[in-house]
T-cell receptor
Framework: KAGVTQTPRYLIKTRGQQVTLSCSPI?????VSWYQQTPGQGLQFLFE???????NKGNFPGRFSGRQFSNSRSEMNVSTLELGDSALYLC??????????????FGDGTRLSIL | GNSVTQMEGPVTLSEEAFLTINCTYT??????LFWYVQYPGEGLQLLLK?????DKGSNKGFEATYRKETTSFHLEKGSVQVSDSAVYFC?????????????FGSGTRLQVQP
């Protein structure tokens, strides 16, 4: 089984709060991307990081932000939470090549519920 | 823009039946095409991929051929097993547009009955 680790697995927050999700890719993989999965919108791209630099960003409001650390671990933060932010947030790593390649291994996700 | 359309599910089959899940796409140029599978309670796993026209991706008995003329990438398996029950996502990545992100279809749930 792929070794992308996401923490926590489940999270319950209330409107207006903020949340930070964590993702640790497989060792040696420098590319990390984040996706939001909801029943209504399906899988939507949030952002991608490579070697601590954001390479791409999806069409989400500025409340959604992320970063990547020198050990390739990544965090995403959502501020001023809204009910519509309830979703499964998935992190994926690409390959080990210079450009990172396509997302290959996804973590099991963090299920965020907003009350 | 880029888009992926998949057949709606659920698809319910008996064990050892033949599987086809249709996928068509809209994109400029020559995107790379992928199938991902999501088992209950888990994240997505890359199942197979094809990067150019007429390429055939295959893995674990599943196959899909990149058809540029019909803009399709249908997933097939000759004999499904109960363990294949999952949600299958077709996706593309179009570096021609400078975007490295995947564009996913809505997913097709497969239920295989013993």
């Amino acid at each position: 089984k792929a070794g992308v680790t996401q923490t926590p697995r489940y999270l319950i927050k209330t409107r207006g709060q903020q949340v930070t999700l964590s993702c640790s890719p497989i060792s040696g993989h420098r590319s990390v991307s984040w996706y939001q999965q909801t029943p209504g919108q399906g899988l939507q791209f949030l952002f991608e990081y490579f070697s601590e630099t954001q390479r791409n960003k999806g069409n989400f409001p500025g409340r959604f932000s992320g970063r990547q650390f020198s050990n390739s671990r990544s965090e995403m933060n959502v501020s001023t939470l809204e009910l519509g932010d309830s979703a499964l947030y998935l992190c994926a790593n690409g390959g080990t090549g210079v450009m990172g390649g396509q997302p290959q291994h996804f973590g099991d996700g963090t299920r965020l519920s907003i009350l | 823009g880029n888009s992926v359309t998949q057949m709606e599910g659920p698809v319910t089959l008996s064990e050892e039946a033949f599987l086809t899940i249709n996928c068509t796409y809209t994109a400029t140029g020559y995107p790379s095409l992928f199938w991902y599978v999501q088992y209950p309670g888990e994240g997505l796993q890359l199942l197979l991929k094809a990067t150019k026209a007429d390429d055939k991706g295959s893995n674990k008995g599943f196959e899909a051929t990149y058809r540029k003329e019909t803009t399709s990438f249908h997933l097939e398996k000759g004999s499904v097993q109960v363990s294949d029950s999952a949600v299958y996502f077709c996706a593309l990545r179009n570096l021609n547009t400078g975007r490295r992100a995947l564009t996913f279809g809505s997913g097709t749930r497969l239920q295989v009955q013993p």
